[in-house]
């Protein structure tokens, strides 16, 4: 029988959290990377919590080898319950939230808390993962905030070639009118920079406040997922905004995409 917790020395450590991330979607599964203030003899799993603002969450957790104090996991992001949606924007905190020793540490029990990562959050779907017979593409999904449709908020979406000359061609569009516009990017495209650009078609909240918050999810080849998200400001009806700048490059056969937030 193990020791009763009331004989024990009950000590709480603090570890701290840490993530590229800065805004994701829900249903988006991110890395994060855990790290102790000491090292234990045997290995420690800790638990990782990612919060909505709702009370939803979800766990995650990662598996810190004996005598070291990092680890690298990955955790799903929570979403909405019972079939309701989000918000577009919600507030998403994750920190650390437990650890389990497989060596117990004689007459000690471990409690662990960390700082908290404050990430930006939304209902944005994710593209779906392509079959394998789909020729490999870098998939773009813009999402901005309601309502929806002609006459409302209804955004276009441009990707755009840099040509050699520094003109630009467009490769991909989106204008059906409903809330998300998608576009791709073709591994057998040619290697260039490419930019991710939104048209404001009709406004309604935009032209209210002069604000409207977007996000883009990106699915690339690899099936990985990444999210950039932000707000237009003095936005107005008719404005063209470039938003991203996507690199891409291959080398021995081999595609990779670089996106930055414009």
């Known amino acids: 029988m193990g020791t009763p917790e009331k004989y024990q020395d009950i000590t709480t450590i603090t570890g701290v959290i840490s993530t590229s991330a800065t805004a994701v979607a829900t249903g988006q599964i991110i890395d994060f990377t855990a790290t102790l203030p000491q090292t234990f003899e045997g290995d420690v799993d800790v638990e990782a919590t990612a919060k909505l603002s709702n009370g939803t969450l979800t766990k995650g957790y990662v598996t810190i080898p004996a005598g070291q104090t990092t680890g690298s996991g990955t955790i799903e992001m929570p979403a909405a319950e019972n079939g309701f949606d989000l918000p577009f924007n919600n507030t998403l905190e994750l920190s650390l939230s437990g650890i389990v020793l497989s060596v117990a540490d004689e007459g000690k029990h471990y409690l662990l808390n960390s700082n908290i990562i404050s990430l930006d959050c939304g209902d944005t779907t994710i593209p779906a993962i392509l079959a394998s017979t789909v020729a490999p593409r870098l998939q773009v999904r ?106 891409k490059t291959t080398v021995d056969g081999v595609v990779s995409y670089n996106v930055t937030q414009l």
Request: charged letters at 20%.
């Open 142 to 247: 813009f999402d901005w905030k309601g309502p929806y449709g002609e006459g409302e908020n209804d955004l276009d979406l441009y990707i755009l070639r840099v040509n050699p000359d520094g003109s630009l061609s467009a490769v991909a569009t989106g204008f059906t009118g409903t809330r998300y516009e998608n576009g791709t990017i073709l591994n057998s495209a040619v290697d260039a920079t490419y930019i991710v650009a939104a048209e404001s078609y009709t406004l309604t909240y935009g032209s209210e406040l002069g604000s409207m918050p977007y996000r883009y999810t990106l699915r690339f080849p690899d099936t990985s997922v990444k999210t950039f998200a932000g707000t237009f400001t003095d936005f107005t009806e008719g404005d063209f905004v470039e938003v991203l700048q996507i690199v």
